[in-house]
């Protein structure tokens, strides 16, 4: 996956990306799947950031 974002990785680091791929694993369940409702979007943001 690294290799797909370099500099994502880069700037937040492998111990980041990797609490954040765990919590959207936590969450997936609950994610909207009608993204094309801006309320939405912003709940699942809302959910990831914090």
């Known amino acids: 996956m690294s290799?797909?974002?370099p500099?994502?990785?880069a700037a937040l680091g492998?111990?980041?990306l990797q609490q954040?791929?765990?919590r959207m694993?936590?969450?997936r369940d609950a994610a909207p799947r009608r993204?094309?409702?801006p309320g939405f979007l912003q709940k699942a943001?809302?959910?990831i950031l914090g």
């Open 3 to 5: 290799t797909y974002f």
């Open 45 to 47: 943001a809302d959910a």
């Open 35 to 37: 993204p094309e409702h």
């Open 14 to 16: 492998r111990t980041a």
């Open 7 to 9: 500099k994502v990785r």
């Open 20 to 22: 954040i791929g765990a």
């Open 25 to 27: 694993i936590e969450i």
